[in-house]
């Protein structure tokens, strides 16, 4: 290998290309361990004169579609020949007039070689000549756009993100038209070097927002990113809560309507799931569907939102707290219904409770993982012939199968699916209070879940924004929605450049 590549420090990290041909071609292979995917062109440039250069294109297989770039630049190289070029200039004569389409950029280190191909792009490389091109031929392969599963509605857009970054970012220009849709990318990840986009809307988005959320995002130092819940839990708030602080999606309109309303969007590759930041607390209670459905059906929808929230909450802790400790608050009939289905059971209200909540979830993980032909059926057979038969050994009351049910039903109607795992956790947590004072450890419990909610932050604002702190103008769009003629501004709580989102009548 001869000293053209020179090491600029240790670990061999910017080395530069040789003006050699095959040590470029053998420093490649070796780097990749002549992996069977590795592609080679090799081509033959006449310069006329008995004169030639030798070149090379290199590709990955699979991940990278140049065909019409070759064919492009078989048939113009002859035209080349004519110019009596060195290296150097046929380089800059292939790069302004042969190769055509796509993206074209200048290599001039193993690493950024590395990079680019590894990417997708082809690189194209002469002998004589210590740089190369990295040519745009990546090949889009991914799943297609289709409805989105997990956050499905009846009205709206059909369409989510897909794996492939390109098509989510294309998507978010087709419900943002405007030369303010700023998007930055950058690379993170030492290993797998994700691609990971900054989406905002320039004349809108909070300066403070953004340099924190870029600021985060720069002191990521980590060897893989697989998927953007490792950008979540890396730049999140560092506070020990149960609840997210960063807003999950696979919807481009939630996307696009948070961009407008000053957040900023988070897009990596890879994954369907976009984020965005700031999150509130209300903001996993709102579904896109809400703002395509009339306003008084929309805030019935949120206020029966609320309602399931807290009924899968406090269900399970309130019917143990008052079979244990306070009788007396129920009517004498059904005092004496629920006693007579507790007569034969031997576990007290909270055993009973853990039982069939355990129980529950386990068949919810195991409807998950099973194959979807047969996952919903045997999930759905497993939960009646399960409290079925449980009811008739005598093992848990009819009672507590229906609050069980009533628990997970409840738990079903949130649209925020994180937030859902969330009063899981705290569910159990409630349950043993109840357990243990009643109603009173049910009271202390909630006011420390508000104090703990009012405590929170996301990129510096308030998580229980615009109730704490109170915002007037604000509660237009919580936990009712106002109709679009009286929404004249933007949410306050972000502090955006532009808070006039239309122009009153």
Request: some cysteine; charged content about 20%.
């Amino acid at each position: 290998m001869q000293e053209a590549f020179m090491k600029h420090d240790e670990n061999g990290l910017d080395m530069e290309l040789a003006d050699s041909l095959t040590d470029n071609l053998l420093e490649i292979t070796q780097e990749l361990g002549n992996s069977s995917d590795i592609a080679i062109r090799e081509i033959q440039i006449d310069l006329g004169d008995h004169r030639s250069i030798e070149g090379a294109i290199v590709y990955m297989a699979g991940i990278s579609n140049l065909y019409s770039m070759i064919d492009t630049l078989l048939a113009c190289c002859k035209n080349g020949a004519q110019q009596h070029l060195n290296p150097e200039e046929l380089l800059g004569y292939l790069e302004n007039v042969v190769v055509s389409s796509g993206t074209v950029e200048h290599i001039d280190t193993l690493d950024d070689l590395f990079e680019s191909l590894l990417s997708g792009e082809s690189i194209l490389l002469l002998d004589g000549c210590k740089r190369a091109l990295a040519i745009g031929t990546k090949e889009l392969i991914g799943r297609q756009v289709e409805e989105p599963n997990v956050q499905s509605v009846v009205r709206g857009p059909r369409e989510g993100f897909t794996e492939v970054l390109q098509w989510n970012t294309a998507m978010l220009r087709r419900k943002i038209k405007d030369r303010n849709l700023w998007m930055e990318t950058m690379s993170i990840g030492r290993v797998t070097k994700t691609e990971v986009v900054v989406a905002y809307v320039k004349n809108i988005v909070s300066e403070e927002v953004l340099e924190e959320v870029k600021t985060r995002l720069s002191l990521i130092d980590i060897d893989a990113i697989l998927e953007s819940n490792y950008i979540e839990e890396l730049i999140e708030d560092k506070q020990n809560t149960p609840f997210s602080t960063v807003f999950n999606t696979e919807r481009p309109d939630v996307i696009a309507a948070g961009l407008l309303e000053g957040r900023v969007a988070i897009l990596v590759d890879g994954t369907p799931f976009a984020l965005l930041v700031p999150a509130l607390f209300t903001q996993f209670f709102q579904s896109s569907e809400d703002y395509y459905q009339p306003a008084n059906f929309s805030s019935l929808i949120r206020l029966l939102r609320v309602l399931s929230f807290g009924l899968a909450l406090l269900t399970p802790s309130f019917y143990i707290a008052v079979t244990t400790f306070h009788q007396e608050m129920l009517p004498t009939t059904l005092l004496y219904n629920l006693a007579s289905q507790r007569e034969g059971v031997p576990f007290p209200a909270f055993v009973e409770a853990i039982m069939m909540e355990i129980t529950f979830e386990i068949l919810r993980e195991a409807s998950v993982r099973m194959p979807r032909t047969v996952g919903q059926s045997i999930s759905i057979v497993g939960t009646l012939v399960i409290g079925q038969a449980a009811v008739e050994a005598g093992l848990v009351s009819a009672a507590m199968v229906i609050v069980v049910s009533i628990t997970a039903m409840s738990n079903f109607v949130l649209p925020a699916f994180n937030l859902g795992i969330t009063i899981r956790i705290i569910r159990f947590l409630l349950m043993i209070l109840a357990a243990t004072f009643g109603l009173f450890g049910i009271f202390v419990g909630i006011i420390a879940l508000v104090v703990h909610l009012c405590g929170i932050s996301s990129f510096g604002v308030p998580y229980m924004s615009p109730f704490a702190p109170f915002h007037l103008s604000d509660q237009k769009d919580t936990l009712v929605r106002f109709t679009f003629p009286n929404m004249i501004t933007r949410p306050k709580v972000f502090r955006q450049k532009n808070l006039v989102r239309q122009k009153r009548r």
